[in-house]
């Protein structure tokens, strides 16, 4: 069986990424859209392995800014919770409809 | 020639009279601004005279011909090379003439003013413009420049307007000075380019090098002048039309002379002494004064000068015999005479005995000054003591009023030319200039000096004669002595006048002119106008209905012509319907909505747009997100495949 | 391992802070009032330290540099930072967790910094992100009310998004070019198509913290439902470090890409002004309309890095010193009216000047000088935007610009109109200005009357960029 | 002499006025600024004579150079020919008026004279700066407190027509500034020095585009149809002062920058767009003249008749001959005078009949015998009376109009020629139903002006009465300025 290139790697991140969009915006629930928003995040990590290991191989910079993104998500996710919790308190509700109050 | 800048005190003293006056008059010199203001112009009259006397007999001729004089010449405002407005004075036969004339007949009303506004609220104020008034006038005839000339032809313009609207609580006198203004404002226009014209063809304001530019064949200026033409007619006769425009403005020629007789709204004095005597004769001085151009250069526009004449001379007779107001009987009479002057000087030519006319017509102005001032002065005594202007109020006076009937029969007799009284000398001078000339106008003037006669007699038979006066209660006599005396004093001048041999000093190109007379000739016109005399005698002698007969039986003409043949109600149409609906409200109109509209409606665009938009701002934190990628796939669509580099 | 202290001066100095601050929060708690003093005067130290003992350098193979420009704007920023400390006093007094607030601002503070000294994707990256975090975190500060968390919500949903956007950008930097090292970049960069889908990517990722138009829609939103404070923070100090880096990125790194990049600002610029004044135009609440006005003088900055070096760094910063003074003057004013009184609108001005012409006065002032109306400075710098982009823009762009002056002179003529010239049967009352938010508003004045007319100040600026 | 005393002393004034404890300090602090100002005027224009008298033929006199931003090459350049002289003049004889007129102001007097002052200030900037930096930064100055006197000191709709001026001469000054950035990157001096730039020259393209901005940018200010509609609301909403400063002095920092920038630094275009300048003007001349038959409020009156004796001014420099830019100079000062008379004036009556509309007025000549005389004057100086300002200027420039024998420039020249009748029959209309005609019962009680007014009307009066009988000087001092412009314009091939 033949090996998995570089463009198979970065059709599958890709789609993470759209798939994570597409999330982002259809979903109503925070919390689901925070996730569809992990999904982006890991799809730029499977970009950066991807290219590390095959376009830059002796260039490390993907690997540990794959490192920072994965923590970095990880506080973004931290805020957010809080905030939602926070948002929970006021309106009873996660579902993003519920937050409207302020528009044009 | 010795120094004469003394002239320019001629002017100036009533100028200082108007500021003494105007500025202080209400608080200090209540009572005593009369004698002030008669006082000054008492001087200057005296310093004109010694003038006249000087240039007359002294200095002004060189080797028989009078010099054009320029004792005094600033420069107050140049444009450029040349072009330049200059204060100055010029001597020469008419100003010295015109100073006589404007500063007597002034003195004159000064004087009879004393006892005909005594108490009078506004008493200064009156003395203030008059002085103004003849500070103007005076300035005007000794102007040296074609510009300095108009400015005070506007002064006195303005002056005549303040003394029209002299009782300004009277609506019907705001209107009439209001139209006075106007009327005159809109020839000053005409006057006001046709200068433009002139100055840039002849390259200079100064009345000397202009004239002896444009007169001179050989001059490039007069040859460019000539040349160049607009519709057909050479830009020099378009000046000096535009020109005589102004002139026939204020001298209330055809069809610019409504305003002439609502100006009659303001004091009987003033109308004596602004619309009778001097302003209205300032549109004859100027075509006097550009008389050589005019002659030399453009006949054309002269023959113009003859046939307006002649038809205001006409009309305004004809308009005269049917009015009943008798000093708008004067009014008419003034602008027809007038029209007599214009007339001269368009049939004259220049030089020689063809200048006959130019003669005769300045001839007139003189005598005209004189017997007209005194029909004014004399019909105010009237007014003053009737306290109307109808005739129909009037009647049977000669008994109450005698020095005043004596002094106005003269006045009558000499404007309808019966000898010895001054009008018949003048008069017989223009039409044997006429004749001579322009048969046409001839026989015009002709029946004109008829119709004269006629209604002069018809207004003074239907004032001391017709019916017994009925005069109501209180007597304060004829008016006192500051009132008789000016009207005796012009009654001497309207009687002998005549008799100075006025050829000798005025004539076109300066030279003594002989007026020779010829009694055959004249003939014609005293009999007419003795039939006129007479006819109005058979008329008005003694109270009755033949009149009133005659009227009906030509009522159409008499219709038209008691209402001055429509022209005032054309003029209110144009002006009302056409300049103020048809032009004034439209631009009102246009900037209100239009204009303004525009501004405002990209206001409210802007206030819209942003109402529609609002949408964009949708709340919905998804949504911004998808704008967001819109974005990004938008600006990475339009920069890698449409906008390359 | 001196020189590490040394270069990285002002950041040890925040961090320092931080954690003094926490050591505060984990002791007995102070009383607000001492507590909020002894920030002030930390603050204040902070900012005047900030003129000495500074070197300039770059460390960690370039991750981290630092020049005189880039400490100058340091000291901005802490500037701003003094300035909130001092004008929201009211809020702060009454705030219970006002050890966090501040704590969560420094620490966006220091994001900032690095930010502005980054030399680096990663580092650029991971400063970015502590810019903006703790921000979203202070967004939420009004714990009692609903729109403060919705603000909140909205602010961190969609930065995460753009960083998402942001991060998938450097990553195709990284995969076209191996490097993700501004000093290596540049030789790297050319016009193919993956260069420009990378950086489209990443310049959204600013646009979105500019909130230039259309990434901006956040910004409104986030500024009303936040507390003041937090508010003039966002949109003072973020969109002033933002605007420093990226002015500096675009003509450092993205050199090649001149052309590209030039018209993509020209562009948005154009539709940041429009739409930024079209939606300013009908705002009632006072925290929105500054919103919208915000955007709109982001689009003028854009106008600015248009321009050519080394007019377009310092007329960029140049504005951003003077916007700092006026936006703060405008905040703070409005946040000690929303403090004392409640009042947010625009309506509930009216008739101010009779009450209170100190506030009305120094109101005024600020909003001429966002309009750009002389002496204030807001007119240089406005001017001097304008200059910087005329060295290349064409006539229709810089005409748009000026044209867009007068919309906005528009809208902040209304709220002239309303403090000075409205009648109102019950106007604000009579207010006591707390004496740090005075001396707040006073700084801000003068700012605003001197920092234009003593010119050596753009002088100093320009001299080093 | 140190022409930064000119800026200094209002200035100082202001601060002064902010210092003051009560508002009879205001006023007579106020008034002793603008008193200053009015003999450093005359001081200023005396010096500038005597220099001129000694010989010294440079373009700008007392010049003085300051650098400010240098990294933009601007720097703080003044200095003053005839032109900015007479203007200055007239700036110094409003100021003074206004002031006085102002006198019994209740409402924030202190905050009135502040802008009052400040006002001036932009003006004496404006007309002293020798760089477009400088100018264009006091241009901007004035915007703001005509926005507030209108807005907070007016009448009638006085938010709208507040608003509607300023943001019209706030796109004006936009587009200014578009043309001074055009001028300024057109260069190879970089440069915003007047003198510099006049001497470098611009290239012709530059000029084309720069030259309609700048001209009509500035117009903006001076009422150039169709841009004049911020002029009759401004004006009837403004407080008397108010007015008389807008009139007299802003509208004039339109027609001086016409002059001074547009044409000066750019001949090429003045040539190329003269003919649309013209037509332009013609219209604002005829179409204002005849606009104003029809208005029925006095302050209207005067500002529509102010549109069309402004037009004068753009066609004397639209003409591009020297005499009729001269005129185009004459008629800014003589119109500053009149017009701010004339405000004054209507600022008096109303202030006592409590209303400003024609057809309700009557026989005023009665009961204040002074106010209705100065109508007169000023009335009369309107329609162009000889031995009154208006009448010199006007014809100055009709004469200069006149110069060049084109045939279309000879018909704008009778139009405007035909305008001073139609100005006659409204400012008869006005005056015939105000002060003339039978007097109300209801205003025989009223009184006539009080010291501050009489002394006011009478300065402005003296102004318009020297100009009008003596023109010689104000011709001479204006003379040598636009004799250099025309020397450029001549220049062009």
């Known amino acids: 069986m033949m090996e998995p290139g570089l463009y198979h790697i970065l059709f599958i991140s890709a789609t993470l990424f759209f798939i994570g969009v597409f999330g982002f915006f259809t979903r109503r629930n925070l919390i689901t859209m925070l996730m569809s928003v992990e999904l982006i995040l890991n799809s730029v990590n499977l970009n950066f392995i991807a290219f590390n290991k095959y376009v830059w191989p002796n260039r490390l910079d993907g690997v540990f800014f794959t490192i920072f993104v994965i923590a970095i998500a990880a506080a973004e996710a931290a805020t957010a919770i809080a905030i939602i919790i926070n948002l929970y308190r006021s309106h009873h509700s996660i579902d993003v409809e519920n937050a409207e109050e302020m528009k044009y | 020639m010795p120094n004469t800048t003394y002239i320019a005190l001629i002017p100036l003293l009533p100028l200082a009279g108007f500021l003494l006056l105007g500025i202080f008059g209400r608080t200090y010199f209540k009572n005593t601004s009369g004698m002030i203001g008669t006082s000054l112009l008492l001087a200057s009259t005296l310093l004109s005279l010694y003038t006249a006397y000087g240039y007359f007999f002294d200095y002004g001729k060189v080797n028989g011909v009078y010099q054009k004089l320029v004792p005094l010449q600033i420069t107050w405002l140049e444009f450029s090379k040349g072009v330049s407005i200059d204060m100055g004075i010029i001597l020469d036969p008419i100003s010295v003439m015109m100073l006589v004339v404007v500063t007597f007949i002034s003195l004159m009303v000064h004087i009879y003013s004393l006892a005909y506004l005594k108490g009078e609220e506004r008493f200064p104020t009156y003395y203030a413009f008059l002085g103004l008034f003849t500070f103007s006038m005076l300035g005007l005839v000794i102007s040296s420049n074609i510009f300095q000339i108009y400015i005070f032809w506007e002064l006195v313009g303005v002056s005549s307007f303040l003394l029209i609207g002299y009782y300004y609580d009277r609506p019907s006198a705001v209107a009439a000075c209001k139209k006075a203004f106007i009327v005159t404002r809109f020839a000053d226009a005409g006057f006001l380019i046709g200068i433009l014209i002139l100055s840039y063809y002849s390259g200079t304001l100064d009345f000397n090098t202009l004239i002896q530019k444009l007169t001179n064949p050989e001059s490039l200026e007069l040859k460019a002048a000539v040349t160049a033409s607009f519709l057909g007619i050479s830009a020099l006769t378009w000046g000096l039309v535009l020109v005589f425009i102004g002139g026939a403005g204020k001298s209330a020629m055809f069809p610019l002379h409504i305003w002439l007789p609502d100006a009659m709204e303001g004091p009987t004095p003033v109308s004596a002494l602004i619309h009778a005597a001097t302003m209205v004769v300032a549109g004859v001085f100027l075509v006097a004064r550009l008389f050589p151009i005019f002659a030399l250069s453009a006949p054309a526009a002269l023959e113009l000068v003859g046939y307006v004449g002649a038809i205001s001379a006409l009309i305004a007779a004809v308009i005269a015999c049917t009015q009943t107001d008798i000093k708008r009987v004067l009014a008419y009479s003034t602008m027809s005479q007038i029209g007599y002057m214009m007339f001269a000087l368009g049939v004259s030519k220049y030089g020689g005995e063809d200048g006959l006319g130019y003669t005769a017509s300045m001839f007139h102005l003189f005598t005209h000054a004189m017997f007209k001032a005194l029909l004014f002065l004399g019909a105010g005594a009237v007014i003053h003591y009737i306290h109307s202007n109808e005739m129909k109020d009037m009647g049977g006076l000669r008994k109450y009023l005698p020095i005043t009937h004596i002094t106005f029969l003269i006045a009558c007799l000499a404007i309808a030319g019966v000898p010895p009284f001054a009008g018949f000398f003048s008069k017989e001078e223009i039409l044997l200039a006429a004749y001579h000339h322009n048969t046409g106008i001839y026989y015009l003037a002709l029946i004109t000096s008829g119709l004269t006669a006629f209604y002069m007699f018809r207004l003074y038979f239907s004032i001391f004669w017709n019916k017994p006066a009925q005069v109501h209660g209180e007597h304060h006599g004829e008016g006192g002595f500051a009132m008789m005396m000016p009207l005796v004093l012009l009654a001497l001048g309207a009687a002998a006048a005549g008799f100075i041999p006025f050829g000798h000093f005025v004539s076109s190109d300066g030279n003594r002119l002989n007026s020779a007379f010829h009694l055959n000739f004249s003939i014609a016109p005293v009999a007419l106008g003795l039939a006129g005399i007479f006819f109005a005698m058979w008329l008005y002698k003694k109270q009755n209905d033949r009149p009133d007969k005659i009227a009906a039986s030509l009522n159409g003409l008499y219709k038209a012509a008691y209402r001055k043949f429509y022209i005032d109600e054309l003029y209110l149409f144009v002006t009302k319907k056409i300049l103020f609906n048809l032009v004034g409200r439209p631009a009102a109109w246009f900037d209100k909505n239009v204009v303004d509209g525009l501004v405002n409606a990209t206001g409210n665009t802007t206030e819209y747009i942003s109402e529609t938009i609002k949408g964009l701002q949708s709340g919905k934190v998804q949504q911004y997100a998808m704008y967001f990628l819109v974005g990004v796939i938008g600006l990475a669509v339009l920069f890698i495949y449409i906008w390359k580099f | ?465 | 002499m140190n022409l930064s005393i000119l800026i200094l002393l209002p200035l100082l004034t202001a601060l002064a006025v902010l210092l003051a404890r009560n508002n009879n300090q205001v006023r007579w602090i106020s008034f002793a600024g603008a008193t200053a100002q009015f003999i450093l005027a005359f001081v200023l224009m005396y010096l500038f004579r005597e220099e001129r008298i000694a010989g010294s033929t440079q373009q700008m006199l007392f010049e003085q150079q300051y650098n400010w931003f240098p990294s933009w090459h601007i720097s703080f350049h003044m200095g003053v020919d005839g032109i900015s002289v007479a203007m200055i003049l007239l700036t110094a004889f409003v100021v003074l008026a206004g002031v006085l007129v102002s006198w019994n102001v209740t409402k924030m007097t202190k905050e009135f004279y502040f802008l009052l002052i400040l006002l001036s200030l932009g003006a004496y900037g404006f007309f002293i700066s020798l760089d477009l930096f400088i100018l264009f930064f006091f241009l901007e100055i004035a915007v703001i407190p005509k926005y507030l006197l209108i807005g907070i000191w007016g009448s009638g709709k006085k938010e709208y027509s507040a608003n509607k001026l300023a943001l019209m001469l706030m796109g004006g000054s936009a587009l200014v500034l578009v043309g001074l950035l055009g001028v300024y990157f057109n260069t190879p001096a970089r440069s915003f020095d007047l003198l510099l730039l006049s001497d470098t020259g611009i290239s012709r393209e530059a000029q084309m585009i720069c030259f309609p901005l700048l001209f009509v940018g500035f117009g903006v200010f001076t009422a150039l149809f169709p841009f004049h509609t911020w002029v009759p609301d401004g004006h009837s909403s403004a407080p008397t002062a108010g007015s008389m400063f807008l009139a007299g002095i802003s509208m004039k920092l339109g027609g001086y920058g016409c002059l001074r920038v547009a044409t000066l630094l750019m001949p090429e275009g003045a040539k190329a767009y003269s003919t649309w300048i013209i037509v332009l003007s013609s219209i604002a001349i005829l179409y204002g003249a005849f606009a104003t038959m029809m208005q029925k409020d006095l302050k209207y009156i005067n500002a529509y008749s102010s549109v069309s004796h402004c037009g004068f001014v753009l066609l004397g420099i639209g003409m591009l001959t020297q005499t009729s830019m001269t005129g185009a100079v004459m008629q800014m000062v003589s119109h500053g005078l009149m017009t701010a008379l004339f405000f004054a004036v209507i600022g008096m009556i109303y202030e006592r009949t409590h209303t400003r509309q024609v057809s309700e007025m009557g026989g005023l000549l009665k009961v204040m015998p002074f106010i209705s005389t100065v109508l007169f004057i000023v009335g009369l100086c309107s329609l162009g009376l000889p031995g009154l300002s208006g009448f010199v200027a006007e014809m100055t420039v009709f004469v200069g109009s006149w110069e060049n024998p084109d045939p279309f420039r000879r018909v704008a020249t009778i139009a405007a020629c035909l305008s001073i009748v139609v100005t006659a029959v409204y400012i008869l209309r006005a005056i015939g139903q105000t002060a003339m005609g039978p007097v109300k019962e209801s205003y025989l009680h009223l009184t006539d002006a009080r010291w501050n007014e009489k002394l006011a009307a009478i300065i402005l009066i003296f102004g318009i009465v020297a100009i009008g009988t003596a023109p010689f000087w104000l011709s001479d001092l204006i003379n040598p300025g636009t004799e250099l412009i025309m020397q450029k314009i001549k220049m062009v091939p």
Request: glycine fraction near 8%; aromatic fraction near 14%.
């Open chain 3, 1 to 465: 391992m001196n020189e590490l202290l040394t270069i990285m001066k002002s950041e040890w100095v925040i961090s320092l802070l931080i954690f003094l601050l926490l050591f505060i929060k984990l002791g007995k708690g102070m009383k607000n009032e001492s507590l909020l003093l002894l920030i002030q005067v930390l603050l204040l130290l902070n900012f005047i330290g900030g003129f000495f003992f500074n070197t300039e350098g770059s460390l960690f193979a370039g991750m981290y540099h630092s020049t005189a420009l880039i400490i100058l704007q340091k000291n901005i920023l802490s500037l701003g930072v003094y300035l909130i400390s001092l004008l929201f006093a009211d809020w702060f007094k009454r705030s219970e967790h006002l050890t966090e607030y501040f704590i969560l601002m420094l620490s966006a503070l220091l994001g900032m910094f690095f930010l502005i000294s980054s030399g680096n994707l990663l580092m650029f990256f991971l400063a970015l992100e502590l810019a903006t975090i703790p921000v979203a975190a202070m967004a939420n500060f009004d714990l009692g009310k609903k729109i403060s968390s919705e603000a909140a919500m909205k602010m961190i949903l969609s930065s995460a998004f753009s960083s998402g956007i942001l991060l998938f950008g450097i990553s195709l930097v990284y995969g076209a070019t191996g490097t993700i090292n501004f000093a290596e970049l540049p030789a790297q960069m050319n016009n193919g198509p993956l260069h420009i889908l990378a950086f489209v990517f990443l310049f959204t990722a600013f646009a979105f913290k500019l909130s230039v138009v259309p990434f901006h829609l956040w910004t409104a939103d986030v500024y009303e439902g936040a507390p003041m404070a937090t508010t003039s923070f966002l949109s003072v100090l973020s969109k002033g470090a933002v605007a420093f880096i990226f002015i500096s990125t675009l003509n450092k790194v993205f050199l090649p890409m001149q052309e590209i990049w030039y018209n993509m600002v020209m562009i948005l610029s154009i539709l940041t002004m429009i739409i930024g004044n079209l939606f300013a135009l009908r705002q009632q609440n006072i925290k929105r309309f500054l919103a919208f006005s915000s955007i709109a003088q982001v689009g003028f900055i854009l106008v600015g890095v248009s321009g050519k070096e080394p007019e377009s760094t310092a007329s960029v910063v140049f504005f951003i010193l003077v916007y700092l003074f006026s936006n703060l003057a405008a905040f703070g004013v409005a946040g000690i009216i929303s403090a004392m009184t409640g009042k947010e609108n625009v309506n509930d001005y009216k008739g101010l000047y009779q009450t209170n012409p100190f506030l009305s006065w120094v109101l005024a002032l600020a909003l001429f000088s966002l309009a750009g109306i002389p002496p204030t400075a807001g007119f240089f710098g406005k001017l001097f935007l304008l200059t910087a982009g005329g060295t290349k823009a064409s006539y229709l762009f810089i005409t748009i610009a000026a044209l867009n002056m007068i919309v906005s002179l528009y809208y902040y003529l209304r709220v002239i109109r309303a403090v000075f010239m409205d009648k109102n049967e019950e106007p604000v009352e009579k207010l006591v200005v707390n004496p740090s938010a005075r001396l707040g508003l006073l700084i801000c004045g003068a700012g605003i009357l001197l920092t234009g007319i003593l010119s050596w100040v753009y002088d100093y600026i320009q001299s080093l960029c």
